[in-house]
Every structure is written in structure tokens, then in C-alpha cells.
């Protein structure tokens, strides 16, 4: 194989993988939660950007709260996962650009000092960070369930502020016994990569 990864953490990672419905009630502890942070955090950004927050609902009366602005389908496996994550864009990223990009500290204000230029690094670098996020909730041997059916705002409104923008919802645990639909199809290589 053209891959340096042992095959059975391929299949953990990715080809086994796949988002969970239901999970166990076996709790998500705040160490595993730290492991997975710990790992992910070293995944690339433009200009090792930081953007990413994340959120850990974990009392009874916040997901109370969360699940009234989840869709409806997404309700019920919001309210039952051992642990809930809010993945948001932290719009002022860009104050620590001078600790994180210690070689050039001058691009918190070079490239950085416009809100609307801001928001949407934050958005792209904290996306491709919730992406790394799951495949490390994946490592940690858990499951993830990302959903980006829910209410924005009022997610915004009931839990961040107005420099935070909610990316997605994650339920985090070890996959029930029923956590998966059938796998969908995926593109093939021919259909994806073109060589100019």
C-alpha cells in the first residue's frame, strides 16, 4: 500500500468510521476530551491560526437549552449522547497570532485588522480544526455525531457571543449497538482528481 498508516487505524479513522446515531451510556470524560485536544490541535492552519472553540454541554439543564435549538430529528440523539460538544469561530482569533506566529507577530494587524477578513478565516481554519476534531474523536477509540441541523442563532445567542460563530453540533461516545445507517456512497478518484 501507498499508505504509511497501519491499516487497522485506517479502518478506525476513516473506512469503518462513520457519524453515530445512538450511542452507549458510558460517559466521555474530561481526560479523553483533553487527549483529543491535545492530538488535534497540531493539525495545519493558515498561519497556525487557533480559531476553534469548543463547548462541552454537559450539564443537564444546558442541554436542556441545546436541544430546544436543535432540529427536530437531531433532538432526541442530542438529548441521550453521554457528551455534546458546540464547535464554534472564534471571530478574534486574531490576538493570539502573536504567540501562535511568533516569526512574523505583525500579521495579527497585516492581514487581520478587518472584521469581515477575520470572520471568514475564522470560519475556514475553524472548519478544517472541527474536522480534525472528529477524526481525533475517532483515535480516542469514541464516535462522533456532527449535525449542522439546528438553529445558528440561537445556539449563538443561548451559549457564545457575538465574536463566536457556531460551526456545528458533535454528540461524542461509544457508538450504541444501532449507531449506523448504511454506508452512502462515496465518489471515486476519477470523479474527484484532475491532472493539468
Sequence with gaps: ????????????????????????????????????????????????????????????????RLVQHMAEGNRPKTAAAPLVAILSADNEFHEELPQLFPHFPQAKDAFFSERPVREGAATLNAALQAA??????????????????????????????????????????????DAWFPRSPRLSYEQVVTTV
Design 1 to 64: 500500500m501507498s499508505l504509511v498508516l497501519d491499516p487497522a487505524a485506517q479502518d478506525l479513522l476513516f473506512r469503518e468510521a462513520r457519524t453515530a446515531n445512538t450511542f452507549t451510556d458510558e460517559p466521555v470524560t474530561d481526560e479523553q476530551v483533553q487527549a483529543i485536544y491535545d492530538l488535534v490541535k497540531y493539525g495545519p492552519t493558515a498561519f497556525n491560526q487557533s480559531p476553534l472553540r469548543i463547548t462541552l454541554v454537559r450539564s443537564p439543564e444546558a442541554r436542556e
Design 132 to 177: 480534525y476534531f472528529i477524526v481525533g474523536v475517532r483515535a480516542a477509540g469514541l464516535a462522533a455525531g456532527p449535525m449542522t441541523g439546528l438553529d445558528f442563532e440561537g445556539v449563538r445567542k443561548e451559549f457564545l457571543d457575538d465574536d463566536h460563530t457556531p460551526l456545528m453540533v458533535v454528540n461524542i461516545g461509544r457508538p450504541g449497538p
